[in-house]
């Protein structure tokens, strides 16, 4: 069965400075990953999304994520925080065993501070 | 509309009632997704529709929770006498074909509060 381990439920940065989203996954066959995010009253929107091609994944307002398949790895960055970047972030895996559900992680929120 | 509609955005019903919740997805998007999120968790999955049929609704908790699609557009979560433990708020997304390229547009979902 697949599942999706977010490791910290909150992280805490300075405007400007990096962030680490981290993610652990667990899949029976050749995953798809994603991240999402959402932002308060609002819909979630998929930021980036991984599906067997290049390892490193670049996704919408400068957030990346590299999938290490010998970490079970997916872990979300950021070189510089910014405000609008408040938000709950979740990490998906999605496989065949699955029918392709999507199955989340339990979401990381993010603080900005100033 | 530009995004997928959800209604009504706020629920708060008694223990045993019955409630409606409607999916108003975007315009040729034959996938409809419904999940559900409890308060500090990520979305679980419930039901996947595409075109008017389930094609998959083995999330459904029980045989309380029931949801239709018609007409191939609009899905209406229907749920029968209410218990406290459904409180959560409930997404609908919807996508062009189906699950497996992942990117699904959701709702801003219906918080579903039994008293």
């Known amino acids: 069965a697949q599942s999706v381990t977010q490791l910290d439920s909150h992280v805490s940065v300075s405007e400007g400075t990096p962030v680490l989203l981290r993610c652990n996954y667990s899949?029976?066959?050749?995953?798809?990953l994603f991240w999402y995010v959402q932002h308060p009253n609002k819909g979630l929107q998929l930021l980036l999304k991984?599906?067997?091609?290049?390892?490193l994944v670049k996704g919408i307002n400068g957030f990346e994520a590299e999938f290490k398949k010998s970490e079970t790895s997916f872990h979300l960055t950021k070189p510089s925080a910014h405000m609008s970047d408040a938000a709950e972030y979740f990490c998906?895996?999605?496989?065949?065993?699955?029918?392709?559900?999507?199955?989340f992680g339990g979401g990381t929120r993010v603080l900005v501070k100033p | 509309g530009a995004g997928v509609s959800q209604t009504p955005s706020n629920k708060v019903t008694e223990k045993g009632k019955y409630v409606e919740l409607r999916c108003d997805p975007i315009?040729?998007?034959?996938?409809l997704y419904w999940y559900r999120q409890s308060l500090g968790q990520g979305p679980e999955f419930l039901i996947y529709?595409?075109?008017?049929?389930?094609?998959?609704d083995s999330g459904l908790p029980n045989d309380r929770f029931f949801a239709v699609r018609p007409e191939g557009s609009v899905s209406t979560l229907k749920i029968q006498r209410t218990e406290r433990g459904d409180s959560a708020v409930y997404l609908c997304?919807?996508?062009?074909?189906?699950?497996?390229?992942?990117?699904?547009?959701f709702g801003e979902g219906s918080r579903l509060t039994v008293l």
């Open positions: 997304a919807s996508s062009l074909s189906g699950p497996n390229t992942g990117e699904l547009f």
């Open positions: 899949s029976s066959y050749s995953p798809s």
């Open positions: 991984y599906t067997s091609a290049a390892t």
């Open positions: 998906v895996v999605s496989d065949l065993a699955a029918g392709n559900k999507l199955t």
């Open positions: 315009s040729g998007h034959t996938a």
């Open positions: 529709f595409q075109g008017t049929g389930a094609a998959d």
